[in-house]
């Protein structure tokens, strides 16, 4: 009880001090970084996770392009499992001379199985167990606010048209992608056929959503299984729970390494400011060795004191992250598929224990010099204990925030990476450091010119100074390096992730895409499309074929079992024929194939692949590949690998066959091209003539993006200003740790001669210096950084940022000139004898 009360009178006393202050802010700021994020991404992962049967819509989905079997759907229900059959597809909705692209719904009257939609009738808003009734359709309020009717009016579909009877303001059953950026229209299953959108070739996704109990899944496994194998998309609630997209995974991603960026950059400042507090407690600890202390006693009173510093800090950071998360809630919710569940309390254990595995990896090693300080320290002020070397606080901190970054991550491989090449990057940061500081030290004394002011007089006895503090500069330039190359990387992220996708898109880029055109509309649509739009691509057949073998071996056999079998195995794959090289496309193995090769008998036909399927299923030039198109096999020998331009929004294609080789099956026709604003009543003749075609207006698709991203980069925004708060915590305590050793050289200036302009120019030289070095050297290591992240994990292309390599150091020596001039004015001001008593705290 003795040792938690002089703690607590001990913590109270030392509040006063710049470094505990310090070590306050950045343990704070790393406890809201991480408190924040875990709260959010916590009760996402959970609502998801609770919701999971809801959002996918039963417990067991199926989905593929052609119709499920009665079989198939009796061994479901034997099983025990409720069915409901649903039906995809893209359509257009016209009233008028108005004409929306619409991501169309078929339901039965089973539906929904979990859930309930909730309808606005003009009444009143509804809570249903069901769908619409036959002859009407529900749909988005997007798109009546879109076209213009209101409840009760009438929309045409296809070669149909229906009552609008409800507004759709939830489906229990809602998507969790943004990929469906068209307004939904929710219609039932008796009144497809009749819109005649069911074409052959027309590309609908035909979905049976089950529901029952685990042991009814079980049941059926084996059936489920082989249906994997035949290219049957089957998702199981307890293995394939939703996932947010795309937009909101790299924005995940992207508060992650944000996180870790804040928690790293406060344990620099932790560490910065833990050295300076050990040097302050040197004489209070040898003086408390002479009234009997022993160095058990020590470690507890020492150990007692950061632990309440911590404690409070936790507190302050949790209800800084708390009203963060909420922030971020606000921003995103909108684009959330479900209700999230409250805060729970794991994110705030994990905030506190981020912040005691912080004080031990970074403060730890330190807190050893005041166990071991000597007695006679009282009476010899130069017994100092021996300081723990650099490599070994660097070597304890890696190993902790390598814990941290396991545990949030979840990926050892990963962070054992991160670890060991950080390690090695450390290493090669302290020797650049050394040759970049050297060099501008070099220039600075060779430095020619007038000196009519001091100035350069100043520069260099700034220079000299830290040549002086050789391992001290080092320390702080690695400290700095770091701080600012993590600040780096959280704003490039930042900036790439929303304007990279910007950049792909030139001018003229096609902004509708058509598909099911059926093989007698194509003549006639060719020629509208023609005679309104300057960029358009070639109409290109579609036949729907699964990759079945490779070299007469079961294709997914080929891949390794400790690998995943990629995503062009499990589906079907869109094969068209061609005689010549498609726009965009580039041979890079090979040659084109004869467009009078024989086709149709037992023989294997030429065919053109894109390079990344085929490294992704090990296939090179002569393999033979085997095709299942409806009941028939159709194979192909490679004979070239083409390159592709996939932001060029026109049709590609993975297999390219001859003419010849599959005009006999089954195809529709896709295309894509550009119209502008004054040539819109384009799709009106398009819709007319050709209803069952579905027309896909990228330009709508891509203003939702812009919506959505606007908000992302809001959200990650909020994030970032943590890091930069945490990277300014790291400046205001490094600089605070060398504040007696800048006032006892001042104090020695102002001795010989120098003024308070003077020694204000030297100071300034020194900070000035030492922010270039450190700008110079954070932009190094944030490229090589970027780089790595850029591949690894947010697939974005990697470029070189030519400006870091200004604003870097420039505001390196802004930053750091600016925040040590405001911490060593009041030290300029001491008289000089005051300053020299410092000298036992250097």
């Not at 023609?530 to 070299?551: F, K, M, Q, W």
């Not at 390794?560 to 090289?581: C, K, V």
């Not at 930069?724 to 020695?748: D, F, I, K, Q």
Request: proline fraction near 5%; charge should be neutral.
């Amino acid at each position: 009880m003795k040792a938690f009360s002089l703690s607590l009178k001990g913590l109270r006393r030392d509040l006063r001090a710049a470094d505990v202050r310090a070590l306050f802010v950045a343990l704070m700021l790393a406890v809201a970084a991480s408190t924040m994020i875990g709260f959010f991404l916590d009760r996402l992962d959970r609502g998801l996770t609770r919701q999971a049967g809801q959002l996918m819509g039963g417990d067991l989905v199926l989905e593929q392009s052609d119709p499920f079997t009665k079989e198939l759907r009796q061994t479901l229900r034997d099983a025990g499992l409720t069915l409901s059959q649903q039906v995809d597809l893209v359509s257009m909705a016209s009233r008028d001379n108005a004409f929306q692209p619409v991501s169309l719904k078929v339901v039965d009257p089973a539906y929904p199985l979990y859930g309930q939609v909730r309808v606005e009738r003009g009444d009143g808003t509804e809570t249903l167990a069901h769908g619409p009734d036959p002859g009407s359709v529900w749909v988005a309020p997007r798109l009546a606010r879109l076209m213009g009717f209101e409840i009760g009016d009438t929309l045409r579909i296809g070669e149909s048209t229906f009552t609008v009877s409800g507004l759709v303001e939830r489906e229990p059953d809602q998507s969790a992608g943004f990929s469906a950026f068209n307004p939904r229209v929710m219609m039932h299953r008796d009144d497809l056929p009749a819109t005649g959108l069911v074409q052959p070739g027309s590309r609908l996704e035909y979905e049976l959503l089950a529901k029952g109990p685990p042991d009814a899944v079980a049941r059926v496994q084996s059936r489920l299984d082989r249906l994997r194998d035949n290219g049957v998309e089957v998702r199981d609630v307890r293995e394939d729970r939703p996932r947010l997209g795309g937009a909101l995974d790299r924005a995940q991603r992207y508060l992650s390494l944000s996180g870790l960026a804040a928690v790293l950059l406060a344990g620099v400042a932790v560490a910065m400011a833990t050295r300076r507090y050990v040097d302050r407690h040197l004489d209070t600890a040898a003086l408390l060795r002479c009234f009997g202390a022993s160095q058990r006693q020590l470690s507890t009173l020492f150990s007692l004191q950061l632990m309440w510093l911590a404690v409070a800090a936790s507190v302050a950071g949790a209800l800084l992250g708390l009203a963060g998360q909420a922030g971020l809630l606000a921003i995103l919710t909108r684009f959330l598929p479900l209700e999230l569940p409250p805060p729970g309390p794991l994110p705030l254990l994990m905030g506190v224990f981020t912040a005691l595995a912080i004080l031990v990896g970074f403060a730890g090693p330190m807190l050893l010099r005041l166990k071991c300080v000597s007695a006679l320290k009282v009476l010899r002020r130069e017994l100092d204990p021996m300081p723990v070397s650099g490599w070994v606080v660097i070597g304890v901190a890696s190993l902790v925030f390598g814990a941290l970054l396991w545990l949030y991550s979840g990926d050892f491989m990963l962070s054992l990476g991160l670890l060991v090449g950080g390690e090695l990057a450390l290493a090669l940061l302290w020797a650049l450091g050394h040759v970049l500081l050297t060099a501008l030290l070099w220039l600075v004394r060779g430095a020619a010119g007038d000196d009519r002011h001091g100035a350069r007089h100043a520069w260099r006895l700034g220079a000299r100074q830290l040549a002086r503090r050789r391992q001290a500069s080092l320390g702080q330039l690695l400290a700095f390096s770091v701080t600012f190359a993590a600040m780096a990387i959280i704003a490039l992220v930042r900036g790439d992730l929303v304007s990279a996708w910007e950049a792909q898109l030139p001018e003229n880029t096609p902004n509708y895409f058509a598909i099911n055109i059926q093989p007698d509309e194509r003549d006639g649509f060719r020629e509208i499309v023609e005679n309104a739009s300057d960029t358009r691509s070639d109409l290109y057949p579609i036949v729907r074929g699964r990759l079945v073998t490779i070299n007469d071996q079961p294709a997914e056999a080929t891949v390794s079992a400790d690998q995943e079998a990629p995503d062009e195995l499990r589906r079907a794959l869109n094969l068209t024929w061609r005689a010549t090289l498609p726009a965009g496309n580039r041979i890079v193995a090979g040659e084109w194939f004869d467009a009078d090769a024989p086709a149709g008998d037992d023989r294997p036909v030429p065919i053109s692949m894109e390079q990344g399927l085929a490294e992704r299923l090990d296939v090179s030039l002569g393999d033979v590949l085997g095709f299942d198109i409806g009941s028939e096999h159709v194979s192909g020998r490679v004979t070239s690998l083409r390159s592709l331009d996939w932001e060029s929004f026109r049709p590609n294609f993975f297999v390219i066959f001859p003419p010849g080789a599959l005009e006999r099956f089954s195809h529709s026709y896709i295309t894509s091209f550009h119209l502008e604003n004054d040539r819109q009543a384009t799709i009106g003749k398009l819709v007319s003539r050709y209803p069952s075609v579905s027309l896909l207006n990228v330009d709508a698709i891509l203003e939702q993006v812009r919506e959505l991203l606007a908000q992302v980069t809001r959200a990650i925004e909020l994030v970032l200003v943590f890091v930069l708060l945490a990277g300014v915590s790291v400046l205001y305590a490094a600089l605070t740790a060398s504040r007696p050793m800048r006032a006892h050289e001042g104090a020695l200036l102002r001795v010989f001669g120098a003024g308070d302009r003077m020694i204000a120019r030297i100071q300034g030289a020194e900070f000035a210096l030492l922010g270039i070095a450190s700008g110079l050297l954070g932009a190094l290591l944030a490229e090589a950084a970027a780089l790595g992240v850029y591949l690894v994990w947010f697939d974005l292309p990697p470029r070189l940022h030519w400006p870091l390599w200004i604003v870097l150091p420039v505001g390196g020596a802004l930053l750091i000139g600016g925040i040590g001039h405001l911490l060593t004015r009041s030290v300029r001001r001491q008289a000089p004898m005051e300053s020299l008593r410092l000298l036992g705290e250097t």
